[in-house]
């Protein structure tokens, strides 16, 4: 039998590799030796690991995506703690995500000050953020931890899917901003980014969401 470190595996940006047969033991090494300080992701659900290498124009869309939440609940006066990238697990669930980018929002009070986590007692984030293709491993990973509200951008349009009896459904709004149109508004400043740059867009961004605020 061949054995092979994983520092010895090369992940091409935007490309992804699949191990299969791994134990729980097994992933928690895995973990272990990649460390915190990488550029890939991870996602396990029953035995499957997936390593991801996200390309840099990902970086940048789950950047803008991230503040562009921060922006609406700072808009509305809702409080909010930011996970980021942080690795979920639950041993119990056989699954493991780490999202592009999550919030606790209905949540946040039970997450100040938290370092350290353990899903076992602490709640999932509210939502989640994931930029391009989310596979069925992933998709699994985040209903097995309960995940409520799972955004994906891919090709430049934003789905919003919504947990439903333990499955994703997809939503033509956001539970958690029901009175924007928050589909519509992401995809659009997404793409003025791209000719305007970052800074303009959160600008315009702002002031867009200023003016849909019912007052």
């Not at 490309?15 to 272990?32: C, M, P, V």
């Not at 460390?35 to 789950?62: C, T, W």
């Not at 899903?119 to 209903?143: F, G, H, N, R």
């Amino acid at each position: 039998m061949v054995t092979l470190h994983l520092k010895q595996l090369s992940v091409p940006p935007g490309q992804r590799i699949i191990l299969t047969d791994i134990n729980w033991s097994k992933f928690e090494d895995i973990l272990q030796e990649l460390g915190e300080k990488r550029a890939s992701k991870v996602a396990y659900f029953q035995n499957k690991l997936e390593i991801r290498m996200p390309l840099p124009e990902h970086e940048f869309d789950k950047e803008i995506i991230g503040d562009m939440v921060k922006i609406l609940l700072e808009e509305l006066e809702v409080d909010r703690e930011c996970y980021g990238s942080t690795t979920f697990k639950r041993k119990d669930m056989e699954a493991g995500i780490e999202p592009d980018n999550c919030f606790y929002i209905q949540n946040y009070r039970l997450m100040i000050g938290k370092r350290r986590l353990d899903l076992t007692v602490d709640p999932p984030p509210d939502l989640a953020i994931e930029v391009d293709v989310t596979s069925k491993t992933q998709l699994s990973a985040y209903e097995a931890l309960s995940v409520s509200e799972l955004w994906v951008f891919s090709q430049g349009l934003l789905t919003i899917n919504v947990l439903q009896g333990g499955e994703y459904v997809e939503s033509s709004f956001s539970p958690i901003f029901p009175n924007l149109p928050i589909i519509e508004g992401v995809s659009q400043f997404v793409k003025m980014s791209l000719k305007q740059g970052s800074s303009a867009t959160l600008r315009a961004f702002r002031k867009w969401v200023r003016e849909k605020i019912p007052r």
